[in-house]
C-alpha cells in the first residue's frame, strides 16, 4: 500500500484528499504546518507527499528546498493557487515533481500521484492535445505538427498552464 503525506493547513481539503486517497487504497497521514511536514517527509515513512505551497510556520518552497537539499528523491506534488504560473514554475525549479493548481478534481490528483509512483504507466493519460500540439506531462516533450520541441521548464509550465484553459485570457 502506497503511503501519502499530505500538507496541507486548510482542514476542509486536508480531508477532502484524505478520505479520496483512502478510498482509493493509499494509507495517508495529514500534517498542517511546514516544519511537521519537513520533519515527517524525511523519515522515509512515505512514497509520495502532496505539498500545500501556502503552509504556517514554513512554506511548501521552504520545505522542498530542504528536502532537496538533503538529498530526498521523495516525490513531491505541489499544490498551487489556481493559475499561479510563478508558483507552477518556482515549485518545478524548486524540485517538485508535478504541480496541481488549486482547485482541482479529486481524480487528477490521483492520477498524477499514480503517476508519480508507476512512472512507467499511464503514459496516454498524461498527453494534453490541442489541435497540431501535443504536451507530455511524463517527459515533459512537446510536439508541434509531428515535430518534438524541447522546452524549459518555465516555458513547459506556460505551455500546459495555456492548454488547461484553452480559449481564456
Ligand atoms: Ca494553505
Not at 510556520?57 to 521552504?62: E, I, K, L, S, V
Not at 524549459?152 to 500546459?160: D, I
Request: aromatic share 6%.
Amino acid at each position: 500500500m502506497s503511503r501519502i503525506l499530505i500538507a496541507e493547513d486548510e482542514q476542509r481539503i486536508a480531508s477532502f484528499i484524505e478520505k479520496g486517497l483512502r478510498a482509493n487504497g493509499f494509507s495517508t497521514e495529514v500534517v498542517a504546518d511546514g516544519v511537521t511536514a519537513y520533519g515527517r517527509a524525511r523519515s522515509g515513512d512515505h512514497d509520495l507527499m502532496v505539498l500545500d505551497i501556502g503552509l504556517p510556520q514554513m512554506d511548501g518552497f521552504a520545505v522542498l528546498a530542504l528536502l532537496r537539499r538533503d538529498g530526498s528523491t521523495l516525490p513531491v506534488i505541489v499544490l498551487t493557487a489556481r493559475d499561479s504560473v510563478q508558483d507552477v514554475v518556482a515549485g518545478l525549479e524548486g524540485g517538485a515533481d508535478d504541480y496541481m493548481p488549486k482547485p482541482f478534481k479529486f481524480e487528477e490528483l490521483v492520477a498524477r500521484i499514480r503517476l508519480r509512483l508507476n512512472p512507467d504507466r499511464g503514459a496516454e493519460t498524461t498527453v494534453l492535445r490541442n489541435g497540431d500540439l501535443s504536451l507530455d506531462l511524463r517527459t515533459r516533450q512537446v510536439g508541434v505538427d509531428g515535430r518534438t520541441v524541447d522546452l524549459s521548464a518555465r516555458e513547459f509550465a506556460l505551455a500546459e498552464a495555456f492548454l488547461r484553459h484553452p480559449g481564456q485570457v
